[in-house]
């Protein structure tokens, strides 16, 4: 399906990203793993080169945008071109009430969830611009839909995540590039696991709403994001598209 295809992957370190690198590759594209823990970045990319997948380290933070620009322009001098990206990285906590929210936790969770996403588009969609064509997708939430219980920072920082994928897509549709969302619902993740075990309970209220009353596995979101970056999604732009278990179908 990516065949051929050079894709950008952040927050490939763990879960949903490090599912992602393995999916992406064995559709035969080349992966450009992007996050903050270069050894594990490392390990993958062996495992994906063990396979004979061709992979490419760039360890950085998105909240930096010379990290992401570093990103780019190695996948580029690496592999020639960046065709798709697959904007993923992001950070949560479990909530404190709005008005006891300290402003730290508001700042790190806008400036990774939505920095992280604006760095991201400034440095690839100049790349896709000059080959014609390219597709993104961006992380985003079934808190970007509606209040799912998160803490407000999170549900605000994912509403913005989405409001710049119908911007990205208004704006570059004619161009070539097609930008899209996943609104992810409750997945099994590092970030998710680590919140479950200190919180009796959670698992249980975090899946209560959806048809399919379990957590997600990460491929079946990552599943999601290569078709999306495929061609056999070339009609598709600007959308949010649920990987919820039907969430927000009720």
């Known amino acids: 399906?990516?065949?051929?295809?050079?894709?950008?992957?952040?927050?490939?370190?763990?879960?949903?990203?490090?599912a992602a690198a393995r999916l992406?590759?064995?559709?035969?594209?080349?992966?450009?793993?992007?996050?903050?823990?270069?050894?594990?970045?490392?390990?993958?990319?062996?495992e994906i080169e063990a396979?004979?997948?061709?992979?490419?380290?760039?360890?950085?933070?998105?909240?930096?945008?010379?990290?992401v620009e570093r990103a780019v322009v190695a996948a580029v001098g690496t592999f020639g071109r960046l065709d798709a990206a697959f904007?993923?990285?992001?950070?949560?906590?479990?909530?404190?009430?709005?008005?006891?929210?300290?402003?730290?936790?508001?700042?790190?969770?806008?400036?990774?969830?939505?920095?992280?996403?604006?760095?991201?588009?400034k440095q690839q969609v100049p790349v896709m611009l000059?080959?014609?064509?390219g597709a993104i997708v961006n992380t985003c939430s079934t808190a970007g839909s509606f209040a799912t219980g998160a803490i407000a920072p999170y549900v605000a920082a994912k509403h913005a995540v989405l409001g710049l994928t119908r911007a990205a897509a208004a704006e570059y549709g004619e161009r070539g590039i097609r930008v899209n969302a996943l609104m992810v619902g409750s997945t099994r993740t590092e970030l998710l696991e680590t919140a479950i075990e200190r919180t009796p309970g959670l698992e249980q209220a975090a899946t209560a709403r959806a048809i399919q009353h379990r957590l997600a596995d990460p491929v079946e979101v990552a599943r999601t994001a290569a078709w999306l970056c495929s061609d056999q999604a070339s009609f598709i732009t600007g959308a949010g598209v649920p990987v919820d278990g039907g969430c927000s179908a009720v």
């Open 87 to 121: 904007n993923n990285a992001g950070w949560g906590s479990m909530g404190t009430p709005l008005h006891e929210t300290d402003d730290a936790v508001f700042e790190q969770i806008m400036d990774v969830n939505v920095r992280g996403v604006w760095n991201c588009l």
């Open 130 to 133: 000059g080959q014609g064509a």
């Open 51 to 67: 396979t004979g997948g061709r992979a490419l380290v760039t360890a950085g933070d998105v909240t930096t945008a010379g990290d």
């Open 24 to 46: 992406f590759a064995a559709q035969g594209a080349a992966v450009v793993l992007m996050a903050r823990r270069k050894d594990r970045l490392h390990s993958l990319a062996e």
């Open 1 to 18: 399906m990516l065949e051929g295809r050079t894709v950008m992957i952040t927050g490939a370190s763990s879960g949903i990203g490090e």
